[in-house]
């Protein structure tokens, strides 16, 4: 396993996460982020790259765009071990994103109010952060991916434990935990609409 290099933290809640930044930080990882948890960061006095500034794109539709473009992906899917892609990649400036620290927008949460309205609902369906979970996890082998920040301090061990790295097995379990996440996502928006469906059918 090769050495973490470079992550993008991107999340809701914030549990944790000063402590597990300036851990990575202070191992020499390069940290990558957008909005809340970019100035977050900032402010716990985190070195900090916006995703805006390592895309070349800034952030659009009220930030419904910020992570989906080949500098992210393409950084998060290159097969390390592959020539070709690593070759791919170079050619069009882009490094490779070694870990993904992301959980969801609060889905669950905002249609759990009294009050919430279909619009509020909508706009609380994350699409960026279950793409990059998904590329990370595609690619465990090279790229760590965390969803739960109870993992955070068992990362961080075997980080300092291995130089830097992740074992194979810790990177795989990760990957298992975020396709149960994702799922468990995507089923509570499925029963939602399904739900907003009969509602508006009676």
Same mark, same amino acid.
């Given at each position: 396993?090769?050495?973490?290099? =470079?992550?993008?933290?991107?999340?809701?809640?914030?549990?944790?996460?000063?402590?597990?930044?300036?851990?990575?930080?202070?191992?020499?990882?390069?940290?990558?982020?957008?909005?809340?948890?970019? =100035?977050?960061?900032?402010?716990?006095?985190?070195?900090?790259?916006?995703?805006?500034?390592?895309?070349?794109?800034?952030?659009?539709?009220?930030?419904?765009?910020?992570?989906?473009?080949?500098?992210?992906?393409?950084?998060?899917?290159?097969?390390?071990?592959?020539?070709?892609?690593?070759?791919?990649?170079?050619?069009?400036?882009?490094?490779?994103?070694?870990?993904?620290?992301?959980?969801?927008?609060?889905?669950?949460?905002?249609?759990?109010?009294?009050?919430?309205?279909?619009?509020?609902?909508?706009?609380?369906?994350?699409?960026?952060?279950?793409?990059?979970? =998904?590329?990370?996890?595609?690619?465990?082998?090279?790229?760590?991916?965390?969803?739960?920040?109870?993992?955070?301090?068992?990362?961080?061990?075997?980080?300092?434990?291995?130089?830097?790295?992740?074992?194979?097995? =810790?990177?795989?379990?990760?990957?298992?935990?975020?396709?149960?996440?994702?799922?468990?996502?995507?089923?509570?928006?499925?029963?939602?609409?399904?739900?907003?469906?009969?509602?508006?059918?009676?």
């Amino acid at each position: 396993m090769a050495k973490i290099k =470079r992550a993008i933290l991107s999340v809701s809640n914030k549990k944790g996460l000063l402590e597990f930044a300036k851990e990575l930080s202070a191992m020499g990882v390069e940290i990558l982020s957008t909005g809340g948890t970019a =100035r977050a960061l900032r402010e716990g006095g985190i070195p900090v790259k916006d995703v805006s500034e390592h895309t070349g794109f800034p952030e659009m539709l009220d930030g419904r765009v910020k992570t989906l473009h080949p500098k992210i992906h393409g950084g998060l899917l290159s097969r390390r071990k592959n020539p070709k892609d690593m070759e791919e990649i170079e050619k069009h400036g882009i490094v490779p994103i070694d870990m993904v620290v992301v959980n969801l927008y609060p889905f669950e949460e905002t249609i759990a109010k009294p009050d919430v309205t279909f619009e509020d609902a909508i706009e609380n369906i994350d699409i960026g952060g279950p793409t990059m979970l =998904r590329s990370a996890s595609k690619n465990f082998q090279d790229v760590a991916v965390i969803v739960d920040p109870a993992d955070y301090a068992p990362v961080i061990k075997e980080m300092k434990e291995r130089n830097g790295e992740l074992a194979y097995k =810790r990177k795989l379990e990760l990957a298992k935990k975020v396709f149960g996440h994702t799922s468990r996502y995507d089923a509570l928006i499925t029963e939602y609409l399904a739900k907003v469906i009969r509602e508006g059918s009676e």
